[in-house]
């Protein structure tokens, strides 16, 4: 017998909603787009109202597919109060709900969830302006090293907003003995919702950067809505924040938990790390409790990272070893600072690293630092496109870029989207680099970019891709490798 993830009092409880019929509630599944819903297990469906789209609309499909559950706002229904009950009327066996809102009511009941299954777990919030996504996969691999791969529950691609964590809790299913979530945001107040579902036990926070500057006008607003993750940790549980983050005291104030700062300058005595050498495309070794780790991750800022995760994991009470064992274990994310050997369309064989997901200014700067640094490499090769969402900072912030393009030794630098025009003036009055600007990022100057370093470069060069996702920049890998395979 299959049993709900609910039941209808502890929905209609959770949601403060108000049933239309008397249909049975019964949902092992929780989707919000209708194209997800499936006849293969009862579901319950929640339309979200967006500024150009409201998910009311698909309500007619989801239930041709099999929806078992359908959430609704109040405000909809008493707009079309005939239609909405004809529809129950028609479809006698589906629990239909009328709530305030939507979104809070799929919040809230997530809320509910982890509240009635994850009384015995542990679970851990990860947030940040940069690396959480990173520092996440570091954790689960982790505590899949200590508590198997069945005793883990963690945040599902990057399902990590105001809609995805309350998703991503949904899949737990209660006998995990550990839950990794991460927690993004893009409003005010979206990571104090989503903490309110979470609750979590463990938190960290990675940095305080300018993500999301545009949104929130300070790395002080940004410091205030993430140290919201830290909110409900208990009196048994820990904040981890970064010793050198000048924010880390102002986002720990009034915490109940344990108080742990991370860092390289936190002493060995401390944190049982002893840095042994940065090993560039190879990553870092390390030495914890006596253990010779070998991340593989490249860039000290993965270091950085993995130390969060240690010191995350020690409270816990995971072993040395088994933290030894899952970060080693650990992968490259695709599209997050993937390092690999590539062989272009002119033969040669090259070094291509790959970052094209997310791009501030904080991540942006991070990567031209470790290709800066990279030695016994041949040229060093940049495609950089637009970092988004930086608002009034937009300019300034891709200026800054340009400066510390200036300082590193690369050869050919290429620049696309309009915001990098402030990089490329600096560049060009500053500097020797040859460098060149693309006002869009289209298939025609893409193809441009690839000849032109098809061209020109050789065996051991480096070559950089570097933007937010609405860049598109991987799909230079195709045009410059000649496949629209993964890197080789």
Known sequence: MIESLLTKEELLTAVKGTQIGSAPCLFNDVQTDSRNVSSEKPCMFVPLMG???????????????GASVVLMNEAEYQEKVSYY???????????????????????????????????????VS?????????????????????????GVAYTYGNLNSETGLPLSVFKIRGDEKIGIFEMGMNRVNEIGEISKVLKSRFGIITNIGTAHIGILGSQQNIATEKRKSLAYIPADGAAIVGAADPFADYCTEGVRGKIVKFGKDVPSDKSGVKFIEDKGLFGTAFELDGLTVNLPLSGSYNYLNALSVIACAKEIGIPSADIKRGLEAVAAISGRMEVCQSVLCNGKKVVLIKDCYNANL?????????????????????????????????????????????????????????????????????????VKWFS???????????????????????????????????????LLCGSDEEAR
Not at 126 to 150: L, P, Q, Y
């Open 51 to 65: 500024e150009f789209q409201n998910g009311h609309k698909y309500i007619p499909d989801v239930l041709k597919k």
């Open 362 to 434: 904080d991540s942006m700067m991070k990567v031209i630092d470790f290709c800066g640094e990279l030695k016994n490499v041949g040229k060093k090769i940049f495609v950089l496109g637009d970092m988004k969402e930086l608002g009034a900072e937009s300019e300034k912030s891709h200026e800054t870029v340009g400066t510390r393009i200036s300082e590193t030794d690369a050869s050919q630098v290429y620049l696309v989207g309009p915001e990098m025009k402030a990089a490329e003036k600096v560049l060009q009055t500053g500097s020797n680099i040859c």
């Open 440 to 478: 869009e990022s289209n298939d025609k100057n893409f193809k441009e970019i690839a000849e032109s370093i098809n061209l020109t470069a050789n065996d051991n060069d480096v070559i950089l891709l570097k933007g937010s996702h609405s860049m598109q920049l991987e799909k230079l890998v195709p």
């Open 126 to 150: 990860i947030t940040g302006s940069s690396g959480k996504t990173t520092t996440k996969e570091m954790m689960v691999s982790v505590a899949r090293a200590h508590f198997g791969d069945a």
């Open 85 to 123: 009950e004809e529809l129950a009327a028609t479809n006698s066996d589906v629990c239909f709900v009328r709530v305030e809102n939507t979104l809070h009511a799929l919040q809230d009941a997530a809320e509910a969830y982890v509240t009635k299954k994850c009384r015995n777990m542990i679970l």
